[in-house]
């Protein structure tokens, strides 16, 4: 029985999955299972996939006979994994080697932690950009560490290639096959809602930014998960949250809305958000949203006033920018 399970779902990363899989057999820490599962890849993933297997007995290799998503991808790879840790890696990421030697060490003495470290940017040649996971994610002075259940609701900053997490805390849990591109996302505020996290600062994995990255492929299907999943984290954890954090939760499935040019839609829950939470320091924002959408002369001249009164004051502003 192995010690830790890499889990790697493939599709179409013909010039980026050798060196992926590359990263994981060259770990310094060598007891280890790579379980990929290719969904139905129409370019040469396959037979790259299956040279590593052919070399390297610790490669277990599934592969689909029609395109089934990602979120079902993952789950066909969790039902099969054997070790005591589990770990992801993304077809076109890469890992440094001493990522899981490192990260096991630590989790001696925090057995009761989901690990998880910041990562260096790549581009398509693996040239690093000079910049960090965490500040592409605007989350370099965020909570990092401990319980982040409310802060993962807000906004999801966790480096998802980096993680480190003992395969009973996963339990039952599965990613959410009625998301395309956010189902790693409610899959971690489930396991956040019961786990503690444990930060690497350093550098342990590599995520990698090209034009094939989902958002920049269909971000129309992209904001559509977006209404779904904030939609959920209200159903599932609306009696556990506070009022602001729903007010924010509503504020954000509006912002979505108003991104699909659905700005009817848009004004119902930016006016969810204030009946949820009147008196939040937030409630001017809803306001400016729900009657400009901070559109026009005063809409803009508006939006740009409130951000500039919390700054002086140092109050907590609300980013728009949702991943």
Avoid: C
């Avoid at 599709?11 to 990929?36: K, M, R, W």
């Avoid at 490192?102 to 998880?116: G, T």
């Avoid at 480096?159 to 996302?185: C, E, H, P, V």
């Amino acid at each position: 029985m192995v010690l830790v399970s890499v889990l790697m779902g493939s599709y179409n990363h013909q010039n980026y999955i050798g060196e992926a899989i590359e990263s994981v057999l060259n770990q310094t820490f060598p007891d280890l299972e790579l379980i990929i599962v290719d969904d139905y890849s129409t370019d040469n993933s396959r037979r790259i996939i299956e040279k590593y297997q052919a070399k390297d007995e610790r490669v277990r290799a599934f592969f689909h006979e029609k395109n089934m998503g990602i979120a079902t991808t993952l789950n066909e790879g969790l039902a099969k994994v054997r070790g005591k840790f589990v770990s992801f890696i993304g077809s076109d990421d890469v890992w440094f080697p001493y990522k899981l030697e490192r990260q096991l060490a630590l989790s001696k003495n925090h057995e009761d932690k989901i690990l998880w470290s910041e990562g260096e940017i790549i581009d398509s040649k693996s040239v690093p950009t000079g910049t960090s996971f965490t500040k592409m994610h605007s989350a370099a002075n965020k909570k990092k560490s401990g319980n982040l259940f409310k802060e993962i609701l807000w906004d999801n900053y966790i480096f998802g290639q980096s993680l480190l997490i003992k395969k009973d805390f996963i339990g039952n849990a599965l990613f959410d096959t009625s998301l395309r591109y956010l189902n790693d996302y409610r899959f971690i505020a489930d396991l956040a809602r019961k786990h503690e996290f444990l930060f690497v600062p350093e550098p342990l994995a590599k995520y990698r930014i090209h034009g094939g990255n989902s958002i920049s492929k269909d971000r129309t299907g992209w904001l559509k998960d977006r209404v779904l999943l904030n939609s959920y984290f209200l159903q599932r954890y609306g009696s556990e949250i506070s009022r602001n954090l729903k007010g924010i939760l509503y504020m954000k499935i509006g912002s979505t809305y108003a991104d699909l040019g659905r700005t009817d839609l848009a004004k119902q829950f930016y006016l969810k958000a204030i009946s949820i939470d009147p008196f939040s320091r937030e409630t001017i924002l809803y306001l400016i949203l729900a009657f400009t959408e901070a559109k026009g002369w005063l809409g803009s001249s508006l939006f740009m006033f409130y951000f500039k009164v919390n700054s002086i004051f140092e109050l907590k502003a609300v980013n728009l920018h949702f991943y």
